[in-house]
Structure formats: C-alpha cells, structure tokens
C-alpha cells in the first residue's frame, strides 16, 4: 500500500460523508428549480407538469445512485486515489442532473431536451462504473461482495446501452427515449430482484 492510501473504516467513512452532502445539494438545487406559477389556480398548477414530472424522474435517480452509492461502499476497504477521483468523477456528472431536468422540463419533453436529458444521465452510470472497479480492485476475497460487484457492474453496462437505445429512439419519439430512462430506473431500484440474478448467471 502506498502512503496516499488509506485504509479502515474511517477513511471510507469520510468520503461516504462528503458525498452525501453533495448529493443533498444536488436535490436542493432541482427542487428550488420548482417555480410557483404566478396565476393561481390548478390549471396554473396543471400546466406545469412537464417540470414536476422532470424532477420527479430525476429525483428517483438520484435517490437510486445515493442508495446504490452507500451499498457500493459498504464493500470497500481502503481508499485509492483510483476510489477517490472516480467518486469525485461521479459527484461532478451527477452535479450536472440538475440543469439537464430543468431544460427537459421547460422544454416540454422535445426530442432534443430528451437526447441531452439521456446524455446527462448516461455521465453518471459510465463514472459510477468507474467507481464500481475502483472497489472492485480493493474489495478482498469475500464471495458476496464478489457476487454484488460482478451483478452490478453488468447492471451498469446494460443500464448504458439502455441509454443508447433511448437516445436513438428519442429522434422517432421524445417519450421513447424517456421509457428508456424508466427501464433503468426499474434495473437499479431494486437491488436484490430477481432481474440480479440473471446478471449473477455465469460469475461463479
């Protein structure tokens, strides 16, 4: 081990720490993105449901990347400077969630707004990859933390092409590419589904 490593449950501890707090940020900025209309009423309100059903999406995803983010790390052991600037790789795409939900929104969902919506969230999954090796790598012999890396990690490459496909459907049809951000949704939210045993088939 060098000496710009640390190990224990401290250390690990202090980045788990800081990125929380970061992730805190991140869904306060979406939700002051949420604008009272002017007018009052519920068709004021109505007409704003590009922008909640935005936040609401993205709220999940962030949400889903906090809970994977604390199970991930409940596997690591030390802390690289690999594990380190891949946590802050991912704190930066992730930063950027809150502008890519706000133009989807205050576009109404249009074919563009989607394509950089699924590029905005595509960031993420590819440095939250790279996080998944950094821990990988360091993770010691123990077979369940093998076996959640190994399903996790062919989650993400499945949750990317997924992406993809939403990006090229998003030019057929907006609401395609967002079906596609849902699926995924659906691959992470539940991280002990039967849908983890099938990435788990083959990995011993």
Not at 31 to 43: C, M, N, S, T, Y
Not at 123 to 136: E, F, T
Not at 144 to 153: D, E, F
Request: hydrophobic share 55%; proline share 3%.
């Amino acid at each position: 081990m060098s000496m710009d490593e640390e190990t224990g449950p401290q250390g690990i501890a202090r980045v788990e720490a800081f990125s929380d707090g970061v992730i805190a940020i991140i869904i306060t900025i979406m939700v002051l993105e949420l604008k009272a209309p002017v007018e009052e009423g519920l068709g004021a309100l109505a007409a704003l449901w590009p922008t909640f059903l935005a936040y609401g999406l993205s709220y999940a995803y962030v949400a889903i990347y906090w809970v994977n983010h604390h199970r991930l790390f409940g596997h690591a052991r030390r802390v690289s400077n690999g594990l380190l600037w891949a946590n802050m790789a991912l704190l930066f795409t992730l930063s950027l969630v809150p502008f890519a939900t706000a133009y989807l929104g205050e576009h109404h969902f249009g074919r563009d707004a989607t394509v950089i919506y699924l590029s905005a969230m595509l960031l993420p999954a590819v440095s939250y990859g790279l996080l998944q090796s950094a821990v990988m790598r360091d993770e010691g012999d123990t077979a369940a933390a093998r076996r959640y890396l190994v399903a996790s990690r062919r989650k993400g490459h499945a949750a990317n092409a997924v992406y993809l496909l939403g990006m090229a459907l998003a030019f057929v049809s907006p609401w395609l590419g967002i079906a596609c951000a849902g699926l995924v949704a659906v691959f992470w939210c539940l991280p002990a589904s039967r849908l983890d045993h099938l990435f788990l088939k083959g990995s011993g």
